[in-house]
Every structure is written in structure tokens, then in C-alpha cells.
């Protein structure tokens, strides 16, 4: 059974979805919302298994929402534009729907679900982890503690180390499952750093997000909405 939030700004798109989900009785509407602020309160203060959510809507959107969606809960984009695709699968959507949602495809969409609570508990990669990487025309085994940061260049990830940089045929949505949040941060879409590499935070003069200075000299892009979360990594009162 899954735990169901329908989030879309209009109400008959909403409708909709619930019409087509009691076909699916796995799937039970705990809680509806018409604004990515509203779909947040939800989440925090309701058990969600799955969301449905709209991409376009007023504030904010369905992939700045899907990238506060807490890990384990699995989501499912509706939208009328298929132009966001990419985006989605690279936050790790389930699947992506274009409205008017044929209910074949919303039947096969949920086929894909991993089973209610499967990831409660997250087996993340140990810190004494080895990785196998490339350096020129040498291999060699880096453990993950060393690696101060990954980087998403198209289809590939770019691994910093202190033997240099490397590259992964992974993307970062995929990496970042596997990475324990108490040691890594994602600070934007591109990238995710190691928390205890970042030496010194400053201001960014251009988007009011942050850059985090890494002990190696590195600047990373905080985006403004990862911003406040880093601050709060370094906050013990």
C-alpha cells in the first residue's frame, strides 16, 4: 500500500488522478496539495510513500520540489510539457507522465514502484569503500573518505581525489543514493561535495546562493535553495 500525495496547482487535474487512481487500490490519497510550499508541509508532517506532482506550477516547481522530496519517497511527474524529461529522470523520477494521462501508461508507471517502504533503512557506501578509478593510463583503488567531491558533466560524474580528477559513467542521482547525507551535501544540481572538505563558505555576489571553498582550493556553487542546508551542517546550537 502506498501512502499518496497529489500535488498540482488546478483542482481538476487533481480530480483526474484520483479518478484514474481507483483503478489502483494500492494507492491510497492521503493528502492533496495545490503549490510546491503546500506539498512540503504535507511531507513533513504526514507518512508519504509517493507523489504525484505537477511540474509548472506558481512558486515553486515540481523539480525544485522533487529535490527536497525526502530519500525513500518515491515520486511520479504529471505534466502537459515533455520538455522537462531529462531534468526528472535526473532527479530520479519513477516515471514521467504527459497529461491527459492514458490510464495504460499510469498502470505501467506504477509497475515500476519499488515496494512501500523498501528503503526505510538505506544501506550507504562505508567511508573505507573502495572505488576503482582511472587515472591516465593507471588504475587505481581511492576510498571514498579521500574523495572530496562529484561532479555531473553530462552523462558522466567527474570524481575529485588527491591523485587527481577521475570520471565515472554514473549520473549524480545515481550517486547520490549510495551516499550517506551525514558526510556528503548536495550543494546543486551538479554537484555534491564532502561536508568535511569545505574549509570556508562566502557569499555569492550573483544568485544570493553560497560558494563553498574546499580544503584543495576548489570553489563549489551552492544554489540558493541548498544554501540555508549547508549553513545548518555547520550549526550545533
Known amino acids: 500500500m502506498y501512502n499518496c500525495l497529489l500535488v498540482d496547482d488546478e483542482r481538476l487535474a487533481r480530480?483526474?488522478?484520483k479518478r484514474l487512481l481507483k483503478?489502483?487500490?494500492q494507492c491510497i490519497i492521503a493528502a492533496e496539495a495545490q503549490s510546491g510550499e503546500e506539498a512540503l508541509q504535507q511531507l513533513a508532517h504526514s507518512k508519504i510513500d509517493l507523489v504525484f506532482l505537477d511540474i509548472q506550477m506558481p512558486g515553486l516547481t515540481g523539480l525544485q520540489l522533487a529535490e527536497h522530496i525526502p530519500p525513500g519517497t518515491q515520486f511520479i511527474f504529471c505534466t502537459a510539457f515533455n520538455s522537462f524529461a531529462?531534468?526528472?529522470f535526473e532527479l530520479n523520477a519513477v516515471d514521467y507522465l504527459l497529461k491527459p494521462i492514458a490510464p495504460e501508461r499510469l498502470a505501467k508507471a506504477l509497475q515500476k514502484l519499488r515496494p512501500a517502504n523498501a528503503d526505510a533503512a538505506p544501506h550507504f557506501l562505508a567511508e573505507q569503500h573502495g572505488i576503482l578509478l582511472k587515472f591516465g593510463d593507471s588504475q587505481r583503488v581511492v576510498k571514498l573518505n579521500e574523495i572530496s567531491r562529484f561532479e555531473s558533466i553530462g552523462n558522466h560524474a567527474a570524481v575529485y581525489t588527491p591523485y587527481g580528477k577521475s570520471f565515472?559513467?554514473?549520473s549524480l542521482a545515481k550517486i547520490e543514493q549510495k551516499l550517506d547525507p551525514?558526510?556528503?551535501f548536495k550543494a546543486s544540481r551538479a554537484d555534491i561535495v564532502r561536508i568535511s572538505a569545505i574549509s570556508q563558505?562566502?557569499?555569492a555576489i550573483a544568485d544570493g546562493g553560497l560558494i563553498a571553498v574546499l580544503q584543495d582550493g576548489q570553489q563549489v556553487d551552492v544554489s540558493r535553495r541548498q544554501a540555508q542546508q549547508l549553513k545548518q551542517q555547520f550549526s550545533a546550537f
Open 201 to 203: 563558505i562566502e557569499p
Open 182 to 184: 551525514a558526510l556528503f
Open 23 to 25: 483503478a489502483h487500490p
Open 15 to 17: 480530480s483526474e488522478l
Open 168 to 170: 565515472i559513467h554514473s
Open 86 to 88: 531529462l531534468d526528472a
